[in-house]
């Protein structure tokens, strides 16, 4: 006689336990954001400086650099630096190099001011970070001619994408920062700002050289035509 269902043995629990655990961590990890280093930047109101305000997770350096003539990194000069571990002490950093500062590993909060040249927003990272940049009221970006974002970063307008934002733990003081430009998981970030009048002026003097490239081209049309009436 078959023994009864509850009697026998389940041979099939341990093996589909695994495979649920499995599908459940899976999930956890891909709900946790890929890089737990984060960087904001504040454009300042006049666009001319940035404050910038790090969370560094088990990180022992950070790169302080800016572009340089031909493209070589060159030293950020910063002001108001403060690195603040997680008990709320102030930690010591030592200076590596004319582009990096070290300190002992760990969970850091990293604060510091710096100038901007010619409204170019730049950083490199020694691993990947989420970067958020605040752009505030008056400036505009994201123009391929004018202020190009590189490396695949998002623009978002405050007003219009609050709630995109909040989903992505986003936090924008609306009446101070009309545009937030995020990247995800880069090692570095670059994006150009510009004054929203020059928006016009671009408009203007695009409009201008087409009068001027149809005004050439109709005169060359018609000379074209006299000649070839008189051969």
Known sequence: MQPANRDRPDH????????I????????????PASANTASYYIAENGMAF????TLVNQSGYLL????????????????????????????????????????????????????????????Y??????TVFLPAGFHTNNLILGPVSNDGKTYLAAEDMDQLH???ITVDAAKYETVVVWTDKRAIQMRFYPA?????FILCMGLWLIIFCA????YWRLKKNENRYT
Do not use: C, H, W
Not at 216 to 219: F, H
């Open 21 to 32: 655990a499995a599908v459940l961590l899976l999930g956890i990890l891909l709900a946790v």
């Open 167 to 169: 989903e992505m733990g």
């Open 65 to 124: 650099i800016s572009p340089g003539f031909i493209g070589e990194g060159a030293e950020l000069q910063v002001s108001n630096l403060t690195l603040t571990a997680e008990d709320g002490t102030i930690v010591n950093a030592t200076k590596a190099s004319s582009t990096q500062i070290t300190f002992p590993e760990g969970n850091y909060t990293l604060v510091y001011d710096a100038l901007l040249d010619g409204r170019l927003m730049y950083a490199q």
């Open 216 to 219: 050439v081209g109709y005169r």
């Open 197 to 201: 009048s020059y928006e016009q002026y």
């Open 126 to 131: 020694l691993s990947p970070f989420n970067t």
């Open 12 to 19: 099939r629990g341990p093996p589909l336990r695994a495979v």
């Open 51 to 54: 404050s910038a305000e790090v």
